[in-house]
């Protein structure tokens, strides 16, 4: 509970939240108090003080009735922002049925009520809003019923399509599974759900009907003498800006600030993503930056083959750190060594939260703002990847660097065709001929197994299944000379026989070029069975690295054995529970 | 005495040319008290049949029974008898409402018994189910935010407990947790399966885990049955060549993995 409310309680008080609430107080305060406290004044003509300018006396004037215009800007607080929340009410509450009502009904009525509901949308809602004030006539309730009704397509759509998205979680699932009627999945499980959005719209809504009453007013179609709301008064004042602008600027500020308050409300409460779901969506972003980076990159510069070090990649105390909750930075990996020979195949292991993608990332240098990267040594064949990057380092990793992630439909651009994302980087790194580019994307394309290259080549990710996106990134990292590819649980999201395929193609790619690869799982059993050598990571450390073919004879500390002995395998004995592995990391034999 | 059979089972989606046959003419029979592991891969349909079970998707033809009552019909006698099936899902993070404590989550599931309870009774079930699945049952208030992935699962399980079910689905319960949590997981279900005698169709891609949970396997592949029979039996000699596909793409600890010649 306590994780639920801290962030509403730090977001209320930021500075927005404090100016919010105190803002929105101070005009509730004048609504309820404003017709007490000013009410006569506002109303008490004096034919001697007529159309005054500001003075200290009537800071923003007398009209020509000689009322103080200040006295009828804070008196009339009361009914611009009742008129505002009631049309906001209305629109909000009819919304709601409106919107809701679809998710229960036979499809053939669902789908004439959402036509409607589109059909209305296409309505520009102040035009709807000046159809209904002909109807009800120009009057106050008249305009507070206009600007609610033809508010309610915009919120009745709004959620129509928020409860369809949460219609479809496993949890209504559930609830419907144990005999939760429609309704009664709408109340207990829809509603909560949509609050937050809807709170979010009704505030930004407020804030228009605000404006549309003074629009109103202001035309003349909403409130009528001898009533007055701000809009009202701004009509009545604009006449004569030229002799008193304060008797127009007056109640223009009144609009304002309360619309903006009402807008920063939205702000307040809208929820913001957290922090975790913002780092990995920061990375994911960068993913294909660097490739795009080394892209542009200048071609002039010949490239300099680093010397054939004895290394392709090393690091030394590397140290992965990214912000917290709380705004301080939280370390994510603890000094970790790693080095990996020209053509090793190299295994991470660990489960999610220990480290071993993020590791991976900042040994191709694209640990980006805000994570901060230190350690004693980070080089990529003789790339010193903690220093600024040139363009030749960037060509260089761009060339014989490739990355293989979990999900390749967010790391190939789903607007170019396959062909093109191959043969980009070698025209612009290595200059080659558009058609020699294609030629070489053909055999890398067919190197891993894909039929009929050269109709692939003109085709887009979507027309490719999951085993064959992954097949393609391979196939791109082929392209140049490549030295090192990080795989970062390339097969994760596939069935155990495509798996099988595409690591076929990466093992024969990695024999074809002699390239060294990283590959990362939190399947030990994979990782042991494709890798050289295997190293296990649990929280931001390396715990053992032994060879591949050694894990169950040598494999000494406690986590690896656990991770070893607490997945079932072909040959697990049924008949006895499965170990698991206890907090302290170490395996736990159930009696 | 439970009898969970399904016959000649079709789930379609869509009509007309985009069709797609998702389950096409499967019968299986789970025995009482044991487990059918139902494996294959992403597509194969195993998925729909689960649906289909619960009434979350009509079935275009075929019956799935419980004690001889057709489950997938519309009447309350169907309906009354699907509540005694229950689904327990892959993704605990979907799978419970965000905004609802667990403690209600449970509680609202109670009404899958068809009978009344009071406030009391339900709060002592609550409490008693989250102690059955190891869940302090003093945190019955907290929110789902609250709970690791491992944990909700557990949770999760508790609530299809909840309507004392007679079959218990498992949706490929363990994919989407870290292999540590799927050794609890896997553990809890059996001991609960021990406890409460219930029938378990247990559905994963991951063939380890459904022969180590399973005492008989069915394996599909693009909406058919294409082999079926006791666990061991299957396992150490399949008759079906996707079936021996499929062994040999597990990876097995301690062996190379067997990716054929490579150039």
């Known amino acids: 509970m306590a994780a639920q409310i801290s962030p509403m309680r730090a977001r209320l008080a930021s500075p927005v939240g404090v100016t919010t609430v105190t803002g929105l107080g101070v005009v509730l305060l004048l609504a309820v108090f404003g017709p007490i406290l000013w009410g006569t004044q506002a109303e008490a003509t004096s034919v001697a003080d007529r159309l005054l300018g500001a003075s200290w006396q009537h800071p923003f004037g007398t009209d020509e009735l000689g009322r103080d215009v200040l006295a009828r800007v804070l008196a009339g607080t009361r009914t611009s922002v009742l008129l505002a929340l009631g049309a906001t009410g209305i629109a909000v509450a009819l919304g709601i049925v409106l919107g809701l009502l679809p998710t229960v009904l036979p499809r053939v009525l669902r789908r004439m009520l959402t036509g409607l509901i589109d059909i209305l949308l296409a309505f520009p809602w102040l035009l709807l809003a000046l159809f209904f004030s002909a109807i009800w006539g120009a009057s106050a309730t008249g305009a507070m019923l206009a600007v609610g009704f033809a508010g309610i397509p915009a919120f009745a759509r709004l959620n129509y399509t928020l409860a369809s998205s949460i219609m479809g979680r496993d949890y209504v699932r559930a609830a419907r599974i144990v005999g939760v009627g429609p309704l009664g999945v709408l109340v207990r499980h829809v509603l909560p759900n949509a609050a937050g959005p809807l709170l979010v719209n009704a505030a930004v809504h407020a804030s228009g009907a605000l404006l549309s009453f003074a629009g109103l007013s202001f035309l003349g179609l909403g409130v009528q003498s001898p009533e007055y709301d701000w809009g009202r008064l701004l009509r009545e004042g604009i006449a004569r800006i030229y002799v008193n602008p304060m008797a127009a600027i007056g109640p223009g500020i009144a609009i304002v600030v309360t619309g903006l308050l009402l807008t920063l409300v939205s702000d307040v409460f809208a929820t913001t993503p957290r922090r975790g779901a913002l780092i990995r969506n920061g990375l994911r972003g960068l993913r294909p930056a660097r490739r795009a980076g080394s892209m542009r990159a200048a071609s002039a510069s010949p490239l300099e083959l680093a010397d054939e070090a004895a290394v392709v990649s090393s690091a030394r105390e590397l140290r992965i750190a990214f912000p917290g909750a709380d705004g301080g930075a939280v370390e994510r990996v603890h000094g970790v060594d790693l080095e990996i020979a020209p053509g090793e195949v190299v295994g991470i292991v660990g489960e999610s939260g220990s480290g071993k993608s993020i590791t991976a990332m900042a040994l191709a240098g694209l640990i980006e703002q805000p994570g901060a990267v230190t350690a004693d040594e980070l080089r990529f064949r003789g790339v010193d990847l903690l220093a600024p990057s040139s363009p030749v380092s960037k060509r260089q990793l761009g060339l014989e660097l490739a990355m293989v992630f979990q999900d390749p439909l967010t790391s190939l651009n789903p607007a170019l065709t396959i062909g093109r994302q191959l043969t980009e980087a070698v025209e612009v790194h290595e200059g080659v001929s558009r058609a020699e580019a294609r030629e070489r994307a053909r055999q890398a394309l067919a190197s891993v197994g894909i039929p009929d290259p050269e109709r692939r080549l003109g085709q887009y990710p979507h027309e490719f299944s999951g085993g064959m996106r992954q097949r393609a990134m391979i196939a791109m990292g082929l392209m140049g000379s490549p030295r090192l590819i990080v795989a970062d649980e390339p097969t994760t999201a596939l069935d155990v026989t495509v798996q099988r395929q595409v690591l076929q193609n990466l093992r024969r790619a990695q024999a074809l070029t002699r390239t060294a690869v990283l590959f990362i799982s939190h399947d030990i059993a994979l990782v042991a069975g494709f890798c050289d050598r295997v190293l296990v990571m649990k929280d931001g450390v390396v715990v053992e690295q032994l060879a591949a073919d050694r894990l169950l004879v040598d494999a000494q500390h406690p986590y690896t054995k656990a991770l070893i002995a607490c997945v079932p395998d072909m040959t697990s004995d049924r008949t006895r529970p499965l170990p698991v592995i206890g907090e302290t990391g170490a395996v736990r034999r159930a009696s | ?263």
């Not at chain 2, 040319?17 to 494996?39: I, N, Q, W, Y």
């Open chain 2, 1 to 263: 005495m439970t009898d969970f059979q399904i016959e000649n089972l079709q789930v379609r989606y869509g009509s007309g040319s985009h069709a797609h046959l998702a389950v096409d003419d499967v019968s299986l029979r789970v025995p009482e008290g044991r487990t059918l592991g139902l494996v294959g891969e992403s597509g194969s349909g195993k998925s729909s049949i689960a649906a289909a079970a619960v009434g979350l998707v009509r079935p275009s033809s075929g019956a799935i029974r419980l004690d001889g009552v057709d489950v997938s019909g519309r009447g309350s006698a169907a309906r009354a008898m699907r509540r005694r099936i229950q689904l327990v899902f892959q993704d605990p993070f979907s799978a419970l409402d965000p905004r609802m404590p667990i403690g209600a989550s449970i509680a609202e599931a109670t009404r899958a018994t068809g009978r009344r309870w009071s406030r009391a009774e339900k709060a002592d079930r609550v409490s008693e189910l989250l102690q059955r699945v190891h869940i302090d049952p003093s945190r019955a208030g907290e929110l789902p935010g609250a709970f690791s992935g491992g944990q909700r699962q557990r949770i999760t399980i508790a609530r299809a407990l909840a309507g004392e079910p007679e079959v218990l689905i498992a949706d490929e319960i363990t994919s989407a947790l870290d292999v540590s949590v799927q050794g609890v997981i896997l553990n809890l279900l059996r001991e609960l399966q021990g406890d409460l005698g219930l029938t378990v169709l247990f559905i994963s891609h991951n063939l380890a885990v459904v022969r180590y949970v399973s005492h008989e396997l069915c394996v599909m592949r693009h909406g058919r049955v294409v082999e079926t029979g006791e666990t061991e039996a299957v396992l150490a000699s399949p008759a079906d060549p996707y079936t021996a596909e499929l062994l040999r793409a597990v990876p097995v600890l301690g062996e190379r993995l067997d990716l054929g010649a490579t150039a």
